[in-house]
């Protein structure tokens, strides 16, 4: 079974900043997937960013990158030049590669970031 | 429509009332997943389904809990007899295929007096 961890419950930071969002998993999978979601109040959850385990390049998506260290087993989160709209519930996941099964998203516990005005 | 559609936004119901929850993906979408997310849980991975098949059911969190999918579509989660642990928003994911980012729904929030 997988787990994610992610240490930090609450986050503060003014608007224009850059935050890291911390998140930590443990698998025996070599194959994985491994996301970023955003849950605002409205409640859904917002895919942020993807990367895959075999890639060793770093996604990115606009002001979003993530810092993947597969030997570490760390997948970080940096939002550069924040903005009041990021407010919201992080979600780190993991989804294994498989050919079938259950392919269902490992959560962790969710970091809820503020950015201040 | 556009993205995945869940339904009721809201339920309310009396403890030992079964109540059903229906997602319906996005078209063309061949996988959907089920989750809950309660405040002690967190999330929950419930049951993930590849066309009408789910071939692994062991998350669902008691025989109380079913789901089924007709037409490689729109989905059913069904649960008997409620009891007030269940009470959780239900969401549900649609991607079109399995190991291809999710997609969710604005999720049922349920509430079991």
């Known amino acids: 079974a997988q787990t994610v961890t992610q240490s930090q419950p609450e986050m503060s930071v003014q608007e224009a900043e850059t935050v890291t969002l911390s998140c930590t998993y443990d698998?025996?999978?070599?194959?994985?997937?491994l996301f970023w979601y955003k849950q605002p109040p409205s409640r859904q959850m917002i895919l942020v960013i993807r990367?895959?385990?075999?890639?060793?390049q770093n996604a990115t998506e606009n002001r979003f990158s993530v810092n993947f260290q597969k030997a570490a087993k760390s997948f970080s989160l940096k939002i550069s030049d924040s903005q009041l709209g990021d407010t919201a519930m992080y979600f780190c996941?993991?989804?294994?590669?498989?050919?079938?099964?259950?392919?269902?998203?490992?959560f962790g516990k969710g970091t809820h970031l503020i950015i201040q005005p | 429509g556009a993205g995945v559609s869940q339904s009721p936004s809201n339920k309310v119901t009396e403890k030992g009332k079964d109540v059903e929850l229906r997602c319906d993906p996005i078209s063309g979408h061949t996988a959907l997943y089920w989750y809950r997310q309660s405040l002690g849980q967190g999330l929950e991975f419930l049951i993930y389904?590849?066309?009408?098949?789910?071939?692994?059911k062991s998350g669902l969190p008691s025989d109380r809990f079913s789901a089924e999918r007709t037409g490689g579509s729109v989905s059913t989660l069904t649960i008997q007899r409620t009891q007030q642990e269940d009470s959780a928003v239900y969401l549900c994911?649609?991607?079109?295929?399995?190991?291809?980012?999710?997609?969710f729904g604005d999720g049922t929030r349920l509430s079991i007096l």
């Open positions: 996941a993991f989804m294994k590669h498989s050919g079938g099964g259950a392919d269902g998203l490992t």
């Open positions: 990367q895959e385990a075999y890639k060793q």
């Open positions: 389904f590849q066309g009408n098949s789910a071939p692994d």
């Open positions: 698998t025996s999978e070599s194959n994985y997937y």
């Open positions: 994911a649609s991607s079109w295929d399995s190991g291809q980012p999710q997609h």
